[in-house]
């Protein structure tokens, strides 16, 4: 029997404290159980938990254009604080908003420097690239999966 989606988290995280970003990336299209097992597995283990896409945009609601891409990052840098050695973010949709000019992948990965992040990718990992939308639309990431910790929110959808 396959390990849940949260087990299989669980046993990246602890893959996750042998790197120097300890990211690890919980990747399906939406609908697949995401935001259900993070929250589950940051509630049953204690870890913070940050809907970025609530919290953030919250944060960002009363700043111009201009201040909310100079200040996106550091907002989030807060967010994540440092309460927990695992923070989950979930609802990460934002941080690809081209307007706030954010590197998504890099602004996760220098956020898990100092403590374990688990962050829920909406998209898929496909011939060796994690991708974020599709080719032509103005928010469209890919990046090869060379050294990323990965779980794939597909194989269970009957979440945790």
Known sequence: ??????????????????????????????????????HALAEE?????????????????DLSERERA???RRILEALAGNSTPVVVLDNIEVLFDVTL????????????RNRTIVA?????????????????????????VASLLIVSAIVDMKVC
């Open 1 to 38: 029997m396959p390990a849940t989606l949260g087990e299989q988290v669980l046993e990246r995280i602890s893959d996750a404290e042998k790197q120097y970003a300890r990211l690890v990336l919980v990747v399906g299209p939406p609908g697949t159980g995401k935001t259900k097992a993070l």
């Open 45 to 61: 283990n204690g870890f913070h938990y940050v809907d970025v896409g609530l919290e953030l945009a919250r944060a960002l609601l």
């Open 70 to 72: 100079r200040r996106a």
């Open 101 to 112: 000019r954010l590197e998504p992948l890099g602004c996760l990965q220098s956020l898990a």
């Open 120 to 144: 829920a990718w909406n998209g898929e990992v496909s011939e060796g690239h994690l991708t974020y939308a599709q080719p032509g639309h103005p928010e469209f990431k890919r990046y090869p």
